[in-house]
Nanobody, 119 residues
Framework: QLQAFGGGLVQAGGSLRLSCAASAQSSYLMGWFRQAPGKEREFVAA????????YYTDSVKGRFTISRDNAKNTVYLQMNSLKPEDTAVYYC????????????????WGQGTLVTVSS
């Protein structure tokens, strides 16, 4: 079970931190996806519960940072320098695959949290 928190309204250039609490580390890879109105769900970032590998889509590199706290079974997405085009519902998800940026390979999903960036 996954629960995502931390969305809200922020001005362009501002920051937000999303959290995703997992009931257990039963997966191998945790990902963040987002879906803007009228658009398909897209990959944002991913991190494994072990090791140091992180993955980002090009549009957020240098602005977003994914991290984890294994003791709390929680994954974070720190979002800085937010842009209006970052406005979307953000979902956390889990998969047993070593890596995937495709939503179809993720087995578990949180409920989504809305991020709105005003210009």
């Amino acid at each position: 079970q996954l629960q995502a928190f931390g969305g809200g309204l922020v001005q362009a250039g501002g920051s937000l931190r999303l959290s995703c609490a997992a009931s257990a580390q039963s997966s191998y890879l945790m990902g963040w996806f987002r879906q803007a109105p009228g658009k398909e769900r897209e990959f944002v970032a991913a991190i494994r519960w072990s090791g140091f590998s992180t993955y980002y889509t090009d549009s957020v590199k240098g602005r977003f940072t994914i991290s984890r706290d294994n003791a709390k079974n929680t994954v974070y997405l720190q979002m800085n320098s937010l842009k209006p085009e970052d406005t979307a519902v953000y979902y956390c998800a889990a998969t047993r695959r070593i890596y995937s940026d495709s939503s179809g390979w993720y087995d578990y999903w949180g409920q989504g949290t809305l991020v709105t960036v005003s210009s």
